[in-house]
């Protein structure tokens, strides 16, 4: 079974308008990290924001929120405000485990989500 | 602030060929990884290191080589180079904290022709 699952290949939405970009994640450790990055078609990739799975708010950075639904285990990034720079991929990835002392900590990536802003 | 450093940006390799590629991070993070991005796929871990002289395989090593000599350097050797090869290389970094947030380079872009 896929850890990260992004349903959505490619979403578009209007300058301006919010949108969220869906992720479910799998996984029967009791502490992990969810994080979102975006990857903009000059290929690099950037965090944009962390969700730690003990964490009792929804991680906020800016006009990026993570709507963070434990029990369903998604971790769903909401974009407010979308601009026509916002256009790239979006990945969503988990860390297993605690994130710190021994074991390698990998962050597990789902396939990505194309988001278009249209003027 | 260089942040994590990878050279070259792009490279073709004929098949047979070997080659190295660097990565150099300025942050003195413990943690450094590289990963390998196919086309229209996530990331996927070839090798991570969590200190210097330490190193272990990910997901996806065969074909792959690492050394970490000191806490900055991380390359990432190929040899034999296969037309399995060809994809995007990232190399990232951390701290040991818990957050753990990696930090990633720009790329290299690799073609096994």
């Known amino acids: 079974a896929q850890k990260i699952t992004q349903t959505q290949p490619g979403m578009f939405v209007q300058e301006k308008e919010a949108v969220t970009l869906d992720c479910t994640y799998d996984?029967?450790?009791?502490?992990?990290?969810l994080f979102w990055y975006k990857q903009p078609s000059s290929g690099e990739m950037i965090f944009l924001i962390y969700?730690?799975?003990?964490?009792?708010q929804n991680a906020t950075e800016g006009r990026y929120s993570l709507n963070f639904q434990k029990a369903r285990k998604s971790a769903n990034l909401v974009i407010s405000a979308s601009q026509l720079g916002d256009s790239a991929m979006y990945f969503c990835?988990?860390?297993?485990?605690?994130?710190?002392?021994?074991?390698?900590?990998?962050?597990?990536f789902g396939k990505g989500t194309k988001l278009s802003v249209i003027p | 602030n260089a942040g994590v450093t990878q050279t070259p940006k792009f490279r073709i390799l004929k098949i047979g060929q070997s080659m190295t590629l660097q990565c150099t991070q300025d942050?003195?993070?413990?943690?450094m990884y590289w990963y390998r991005q196919d086309p229209g796929m996530g990331l996927k871990l070839i090798y991570y290191?969590?200190?210097?002289?330490?190193?272990d395989k990910g997901e996806v090593p065969n074909g792959y080589n690492v050394s970490r000599s000191t806490t900055e350097d991380f390359p990432l050797r190929l040899e034999l180079a296969a037309p399995s090869q060809t994809s995007v290389y990232f190399c990232?970094?951390?701290?040991?904290?818990?957050?753990?947030?990696?930090?990633f380079g720009a790329g290299t872009r690799l073609s096994v022709l």
């Open positions: 990232a970094s951390r701290p040991g904290l818990a957050k753990n947030i990696q930090y």
């Open positions: 996984t029967s450790d009791p502490s992990y990290g």
């Open positions: 969700q730690g799975s003990y964490d009792q």
């Open positions: 990835a988990m860390r297993e485990g605690q994130g710190s002392g021994a074991g390698s900590y990998q962050l597990t």
């Open positions: 942050m003195n993070h413990n943690y």
């Open positions: 290191s969590v200190g210097a002289g330490i190193t």
